[in-house]
């Protein structure tokens, strides 16, 4: 999660834009789908009680966040740096630590929107999302590779806790070797950290400082992940994947000291820095990796990290048995654009923001082409990029698996 949560915020309450003639694959699949058939009920039931008006009853128009659809096929562009940049480079067997999957009827504003007949915007890439759709767009991005993945709820600013993490555990059975976490907001008590996780075999916590009831830019982490979460983690030994707020993430020093504080209050908490520790410019990373080397329980997970400076200091002072390939995929990974940093801050290029003309690939590639030219530049070697593609996340979810199991189940 990056940029567009600004985009997002900035399209709250926006006018509905209205539906493309050809109407997108996120369009057909909600009509098939259950939310779609709930909708279509409630269209009819309000039909039927006013027959009179009923030429007045009109279908909402959904549309998602970019208005793509799930991509089918490489185009020319995606298909020339794959094959010139990225397929020799992109290792056979992958763990992407950084998957969200989801429903559109987990959004509290997506229901209150179908209940009134009114037009949406999802806050996602596509309005459902579940393991199967994940697995179809890979095959076409990234034909070949055997993915397993570390998954979790979107977090909708309105959210459905309770359905988004069954859901989750229920989904991630489907595919042995992958793993799912409970998304949380910081009102969830303890208890119910504790009987989630149980129930649905969840691995750890998936925090987010959009929760915060303070203000995101400048919300600390205890703010938007208290201690009586994080203490359930530490007694189950579990993940928190950790994506982190205030403004300049890891360049301020105030996360550092409450970082550095969290990770030794909490030993057996095994803490994951998500986005390379919120590294879109290579600042917040050149902070973190000297100030927590060493650390025992921490690692770093790259998704949506388009920077090849941002990777250039994360694979020179981080061992790269820390560091856990993510793609945020579910999310921005399948769809057009990149992060781009600039000035003191980053921002995300995309179909919409793009002033610049010429066409966007998408942002897994400009993640993975980063990867790639700093690992060139540094020299790692084949084990090390495997490390990071698949071996350290895949280990470490396996071994927080196994300890539950042991333990606990
Ligand atoms: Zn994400």
Redesign the pocket.
């Known amino acids: 999660?990056g940029g567009w949560v600004k985009r997002m915020r900035s399209r709250r309450g926006a006018k509905p834009e209205p539906e493309p003639e050809s109407r997108s694959v996120g369009r057909r699949r909600f009509l098939s789908a259950g939310a779609g058939v709930l909708a279509a009920t409630r269209l009819k039931r309000t039909a039927s009680a006013r027959p009179q008006d009923e030429l007045s009853v009109r279908n909402p128009s959904i549309r998602t966040r970019e208005g793509e659809s799930i991509p089918r096929k490489m185009e020319t562009l995606d298909r020339q740096i794959w094959e010139e940049e990225l397929s020799e480079f992109v290792p056979t067997r992958i763990f992407d630590a950084?998957c969200?999957i989801y429903q559109a009827d987990f959004d509290l504003n997506y229901r209150a929107a179908l209940a009134r007949q009114e037009d949406f915007k999802t806050e996602t890439v596509w309005t459902d999302c579940d393991i199967d759709t994940v697995r179809q767009v890979e095959s076409v991005l990234m034909p070949g590779r055997q993915i397993t993945r570390l998954a979790f709820p979107f977090p909708f600013y309105r959210c459905d806790f309770r359905k988004s993490n069954q859901f989750a555990g229920r989904e991630i059975r489907k595919e042995p070797g992958s793993a799912a976490l409970m998304l949380v907001e910081p009102s969830i008590s303890a208890h119910e950290v504790e009987e989630t996780i149980l129930k649905h075999g969840l691995l750890g916590l998936k925090p987010y400082a959009r929760y915060c009831p303070t203000r995101e830019s400048e919300c600390r982490i205890t703010d938007f992940l208290p201690e009586h979460q994080i203490a359930v983690a530490d007694r189950y030994g579990l993940l928190i994947m950790l994506?982190v707020g205030m403004k300049k993430s890891f360049a301020d020093p105030r996360n550092v000291s409450d970082m550095l504080r969290l990770s030794d209050r909490y030993p057996r908490a095994q803490w994951i820095l998500?986005h390379g520790a919120r590294s879109f410019s290579p600042y917040p990373i050149e902070k973190a990796a000297p100030a927590f080397r060493g650390l025992p329980n921490l690692w770093y997970e790259v998704?949506?990290v388009c920077s090849m400076e941002s990777f250039d200091v994360l694979f020179s002072q981080v061992d790269t048995d820390r560091i856990l390939y993510g793609a945020?995929s579910g999310?921005?990974a399948f769809s057009r654009g990149k992060i781009v940093f600039y000035g003191s801050r980053w921002g995300d290029l995309t179909p919409t923001t793009n002033q610049l003309g010429g066409e966007l690939t998408f942002y897994l590639y400009e993640q993975l082409r980063a990867m790639r030219r700093a690992a060139i530049r540094l020299g790692l070697t084949s084990k090390q990029i495997q490390d990071i593609f698949f071996t350290t996340g895949d280990r470490l979810v396996r071994s927080v698996a196994k300890s539950m199991r042991d333990k606990f189940l």
């Open positions: 999660m950084h969200h994506h998500a998704s949506a945020d999310d921005v």
